[in-house]
T-cell receptor
Framework: ETGVTQSPTHLIKTRGQQVTLRCSSQSGHNTVSWYQQALGQGPQFIFQYYREEENGRGNFPPRFSGLQFPNYSSELNVNALELDDSALYLC????????????FGSGTRLTVV | DAKTTQPTSMDCAEGRAANLPCNHSTISGNEYVYWYRQIHSQGPQYIIHGLKNNETNEMASLIITEDRKSSTLILPHATLRDTAVYYCIVRVDNAGNMLTFGGGTRLMVKP
């Protein structure tokens, strides 16, 4: 049973550019969530996908968007990057309505310069 | 989801029990208590969760007070690899709901 894998592990982008981060969910998990973690803070919920549709969203602007594919993998897209978007982006998968916790990946460290 | 309060940091000697407290005085009857930890440079890791009964698994024990307004995560024999930030989260037990992380407790296990 594989865990959650994210790619790339590190990324440097310039302000104003666009970025796509990828996540492969754990085998058997059909729900994917994305979190942003700024340095020294707890993760903040961005959104969740279930059956290829957004299933909840946190307090993030529309330039943060996502996709979920039929194999339950997912992408996080961020347009018009700002310096404050520099953070660790975490993907977490779970089974819908499962009684157990989420499985997190190790994250993608995004630096916007 | 109910708000939680945790100490910012704690130290523990290697081999001793680590007791991490969490206050959640506004918890609702249908909200569970979840614990995650985050080791440096890794994603958060699920540890344990419970509703009102005490719970134990291979990683830790969770003690919830009778009024459910506070709980304690116990690592019975802390090792250096248990050094991490520990997050206490309360939420309705539905995987469709997001996890609301606070600042957590930074546990330092010392030799």
């Amino acid at each position: 049973e594989t865990g959650v894998t994210q790619s790339p592990t590190h990324l440097i982008k310039t302000r104003g550019q666009q970025v796509t981060l990828r996540c492969s969910s754990q085998s058997g998990h059909n729900t994917v969530s994305w979190y942003q973690q700024a340095l020294g803070q707890g993760p903040q919920f961005i959104f969740q996908y279930y059956r290829e549709e957004e299933n909840g969203r946190g307090n993030f602007p529309p330039r943060f968007s996502g996709l979920q594919f039929p194999n339950y993998s997912s992408e996080l897209n961020v347009n018009a990057l700002e310096l404050d978007d520099s953070a660790l982006y975490l993907c977490a998968s779970s089974e819908k309505d499962s009684n157990y916790g989420y499985t997190f990946g190790s994250g993608t460290r995004l630096t916007v310069v | 989801d109910a708000k939680t309060t945790q100490p910012t940091s704690m130290d523990c000697a290697e081999g001793r029990a680590a007791n991490l407290p969490c206050n959640h005085s506004t918890i609702s009857g249908n909200e569970y208590v979840y614990w995650y930890r985050q080791i440096h440079s890794q994603g958060p890791q699920y540890i344990i969760h419970g509703l009102k009964n005490n719970e134990t698994n291979e990683m830790a024990s969770l003690i919830i007070t009778e009024d459910r307004k506070s709980s304690t995560l116990i690592l019975p024999h802390a090792t250096l690899r248990d050094t991490a930030v520990y997050y206490c989260i309360v939420r309705v037990d539905n995987a469709g709901n997001m996890l609301t992380f606070g600042g957590g407790t930074r546990l330092m296990v010392k030799p």
